[in-house]
C-alpha cells in the first residue's frame, strides 16, 4: 500500500529517493524508470508537427497527501523552486486532521454550436428542445468507444446571445458525457454531427462546432480543516515566533485581498495554478485548458475573483475551500501515448478521470495555502531565495558540490546575483 509520508526524502541524493519511492509507491522497477524516461523522439515526432526534439522540465513527488483517506504520492512537472515544497508542507499540516475531502462531479462536458441567420429564435428554440431526445439518440447512435464505456450525449441547452459584434444569434450546447476522456475529441466530434439536423430543425447556419473550456458541468472541489495549533511556528528571520491564531486570520486576510481585488485575485489563482498545472503536465493532460476554464469560472459572475475560500470554523480552526472545473482525462490523447503520463497514473493508483480530479483540486488548495501562509508571515522571498540561488549557482557553472556551496554563500549574504555567484565559483574553485 502506498504511503505519501517519507521521511527525510528532501535531504536524500536522487537515487537514493528513487529508491525510496519504490519502497512506497505501487510502481514497479520498470514503470518508476518510465516516470522519469524521457519521451522517445519518434513518439515525439508523431505528436506535433515539425518536432525535432524534445523539452524537458524537473520532474518531483509532492508527499504527504491524504486525500479522501488514502494515501496519494503526486507527481509534479514544474520549472519553479518552492512549489513541490510548499504542497508537501502543507500536505502534512492538512494530514493531522485528516487530510483533504474531495468530490467531483460526472463528467460533463459542454459542446457548444453557434447558429447564425435563425429568424424565428422563439420557434427554433422551441423545435430544438420539443426534439431533444431524438437528437441526442442520433448524436450517440455514431460508433464511438466512449459510448461502450458509458459516455455519451446527455443534455442540449439552447442559448440566446441577444447582443454582439454581429448581432444575435442562437447558441446550442450540447452536454456530453465523456467519461474518464478529457474529452475535447470526443465532443467536438459530436457537435459536427449534430449540427446539419440542428440546421434542419432552426433553419439556420450553424457556424462553429467545439468545446467550451469553461467546463463549469465537471467540477472538482476539496476542503480542508487545519487545526489553528498546527499552524503556529517560529520563522527563519530574526527567529520571529508566529501563533496558530496569527497564521490562521493572516491567511483569511490574504483571502480577503483576492476577494475583493482582481489584481490580487490574479496573482492568488497563479499560486493555486501552481498546484493545479504540474499535475496535470505530469499526467500528460492539456494545462491551457485546466487555465482557460480556472480563470473563466473565477469571473463568471462578471468580477474575477478567488478561485479558493478561506475561514474559520466554530473551534478556530482553518477550514480552506476550492472549486473549480477540471476537465483531466486518464485514457486517450497525450496520457496514452507518453509512458511517463502512464506512470503518473499509475503512481497515483486513480482508476477514474474524477479521482484524478480529486486528488488535483486538493494539490491546488495545499499550494495556495502555502503562499498564503508565506505571504501573510515571512513573505515569500526568504524560500524561494535559497532555492533561486541554487539555479543562479549552477548557470554560473557550478556543479555537485559546488551548487550548494555557492548557493549558501549567497543566500548568507543576501546577493543573488550571477556576477556574485561566478566570483564566488571562482574563489572556491581556486581553493580561496
Ligand atoms: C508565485 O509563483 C505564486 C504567488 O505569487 C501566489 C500568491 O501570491 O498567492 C506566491
Given at each position: 500500500?502506498?504511503?505519501?509520508?517519507?521521511?527525510?526524502?528532501?535531504?536524500?541524493t536522487l537515487?537514493?529517493r528513487?529508491?525510496a519511492?519504490?519502497?512506497?509507491?505501487?510502481?514497479?522497477?520498470?514503470?518508476?524508470?518510465?516516470?522519469?524516461?524521457?519521451?522517445?523522439?519518434?513518439?515525439?515526432?508523431?505528436?506535433?508537427?515539425?518536432?525535432?526534439g524534445?523539452?524537458?522540465?524537473?520532474?518531483?513527488?509532492?508527499?504527504?497527501?491524504?486525500?479522501?483517506?488514502?494515501?496519494?504520492?503526486?507527481?509534479?512537472?514544474i520549472?519553479?523552486?518552492?512549489?513541490?515544497?510548499?504542497?508537501?508542507?502543507?500536505?502534512?499540516?492538512a494530514?493531522?486532521?485528516?487530510?483533504f475531502?474531495?468530490?467531483?462531479?460526472?463528467?460533463?462536458?459542454?459542446?457548444?454550436?453557434?447558429?447564425?441567420?435563425?429568424?424565428?429564435?422563439?420557434?427554433?428554440?422551441?423545435?430544438?428542445?420539443?426534439?431533444?431526445?431524438?437528437?441526442?439518440t442520433?448524436?450517440?447512435?455514431?460508433?464511438?468507444?466512449?459510448?461502450?464505456?458509458?459516455?455519451?450525449?446527455?443534455d442540449?441547452?439552447?442559448?440566446?446571445?441577444a447582443?454582439?459584434?454581429?448581432?444575435?444569434?442562437l447558441?446550442?450546447h450540447?452536454?456530453?458525457?465523456?467519461?474518464?476522456a478529457?474529452?475535447?475529441n470526443?465532443?467536438?466530434?459530436?457537435?459536427?454531427?449534430?449540427?446539419?439536423?440542428?440546421?434542419?430543425?432552426?433553419?439556420?447556419r450553424?457556424?462553429?462546432k467545439?468545446?467550451?473550456?469553461?467546463?463549469?458541468?465537471?467540477?472538482?472541489k476539496?476542503?480542508?480543516?487545519?487545526?489553528?495549533?498546527?499552524?503556529?511556528?517560529v520563522?527563519?528571520?530574526?527567529?520571529?515566533?508566529?501563533?496558530?491564531?496569527?497564521?490562521?486570520?493572516?491567511?483569511?486576510?490574504?483571502?480577503?485581498?483576492a476577494?475583493?481585488d482582481?489584481?490580487?485575485?490574479?496573482?492568488?489563482?497563479?499560486?493555486?495554478?501552481?498546484g493545479i498545472?504540474p499535475?496535470?503536465?505530469?499526467?500528460?493532460?492539456?494545462?491551457?485548458?485546466i487555465?482557460?476554464?480556472?480563470?473563466?469560472y473565477?469571473?463568471?459572475?462578471?468580477?474575477?475573483?478567488?478561485?479558493?475560500?478561506?475561514?474559520?470554523?466554530?473551534?478556530?480552526?482553518?477550514?480552506?475551500?476550492?472549486?473549480?472545473?477540471?476537465?483531466?482525462?486518464?485514457v486517450?490523447?497525450?496520457?496514452?501515448?507518453h509512458?511517463?503520463?502512464?506512470a503518473?497514473?499509475?503512481?497515483?493508483?486513480?482508476?477514474?478521470?474524477?479521482?484524478?480530479?480529486?486528488?488535483?483540486?486538493?494539490?491546488?488548495?495545499?499550494q495556495?495555502?502555502?503562499?498564503?501562509r508565506a505571504?501573510?508571515?515571512?513573505g515569500?522571498?526568504?524560500?524561494?531565495?535559497?532555492l533561486?540561488?541554487?539555479?543562479?549557482?549552477?548557470?554560473?557553472?557550478?556543479s555537485?558540490?559546488?551548487?550548494e556551496?555557492?548557493?549558501?554563500r549567497?543566500?548568507?549574504?543576501?546577493?543573488v546575483?550571477?556576477?556574485?555567484?561566478?566570483?564566488?565559483?571562482?574563489?572556491?574553485?581556486?581553493?580561496?
Amino acid at each position: 500500500m502506498t504511503t505519501s509520508r517519507i521521511p527525510g526524502f528532501y535531504d536524500l541524493t536522487l537515487d537514493e529517493r528513487r529508491a525510496a519511492l519504490a519502497d512506497a509507491s505501487p510502481l514497479s522497477p520498470g514503470e518508476l524508470i518510465r516516470l522519469t524516461d524521457p519521451l522517445a523522439l519518434d513518439v515525439a515526432s508523431h505528436m506535433v508537427e515539425n518536432a525535432i526534439g524534445t523539452f524537458s522540465l524537473p520532474l518531483g513527488i509532492a508527499l504527504n497527501f491524504t486525500v479522501n483517506g488514502r494515501d496519494v504520492l503526486v507527481p509534479m512537472v514544474i520549472e519553479e523552486p518552492s512549489v513541490i515544497a510548499g504542497a508537501s508542507f502543507m500536505a502534512k499540516l492538512a494530514r493531522t486532521n485528516g487530510g483533504f475531502t474531495a468530490t467531483s462531479t460526472e463528467p460533463l462536458m459542454i459542446g457548444q454550436l453557434q447558429v447564425l441567420d435563425v429568424e424565428d429564435v422563439n420557434t427554433a428554440a422551441e423545435q430544438v428542445l420539443t426534439r431533444k431526445a431524438e437528437l441526442l439518440t442520433y448524436v450517440d447512435a455514431a460508433e464511438s468507444s466512449l459510448k461502450s464505456r458509458g459516455g455519451g450525449a446527455r443534455d442540449l441547452e439552447v442559448r440566446w446571445i441577444a447582443e454582439s459584434p454581429i448581432g444575435k444569434f442562437l447558441v446550442i450546447h450540447l452536454i456530453y458525457d465523456v467519461r474518464d476522456a478529457m474529452g475535447a475529441n470526443a465532443v467536438n466530434t459530436a457537435c459536427e454531427r449534430l449540427a446539419p439536423r440542428i440546421e434542419e430543425i432552426t433553419g439556420g447556419r450553424v457556424h462553429l462546432k467545439i468545446l467550451s473550456n469553461l467546463s463549469d458541468k465537471r467540477m472538482a472541489k476539496a476542503t480542508c480543516v487545519i487545526p489553528v495549533k498546527e499552524l503556529a511556528f517560529v520563522g527563519q528571520i530574526a527567529n520571529l515566533s508566529y501563533t496558530g491564531e496569527e497564521v490562521r486570520d493572516g491567511i483569511i486576510a490574504a483571502y480577503a485581498f483576492a476577494a475583493a481585488d482582481p489584481y490580487r485575485a490574479a496573482t492568488h489563482n497563479k499560486g493555486i495554478m501552481n498546484g493545479i498545472d504540474p499535475v496535470v503536465i505530469a499526467t500528460g493532460n492539456d494545462w491551457r485548458a485546466i487555465e482557460a476554464g480556472a480563470h473563466a469560472y473565477a469571473a463568471r459572475s462578471s468580477k474575477y475573483t478567488s478561485l479558493s475560500i478561506w475561514s474559520k470554523d466554530d473551534d478556530g480552526n482553518l477550514v480552506g475551500e476550492l472549486e473549480m472545473p477540471l476537465a483531466v482525462g486518464i485514457v486517450g490523447g497525450a496520457t496514452k501515448v507518453h509512458p511517463a503520463a502512464q506512470a503518473a497514473i499509475k503512481l497515483m493508483d486513480v482508476k477514474s478521470a474524477g479521482e484524478l480530479a480529486e486528488i488535483i483540486v486538493s494539490v491546488g488548495l495545499a499550494q495556495n495555502m502555502a503562499a498564503l501562509r508565506a505571504l501573510a508571515t515571512e513573505g515569500i522571498q526568504r524560500g524561494h531565495m535559497s532555492l533561486h540561488a541554487r539555479q543562479v549557482a549552477i548557470a554560473a557553472g557550478a556543479s555537485g558540490e559546488l551548487i550548494e556551496r555557492v548557493a549558501s554563500r549567497m543566500a548568507e549574504e543576501r546577493i543573488v546575483r550571477m556576477d556574485r555567484a561566478k566570483e564566488i565559483l571562482k574563489a572556491m574553485e581556486s581553493g580561496k
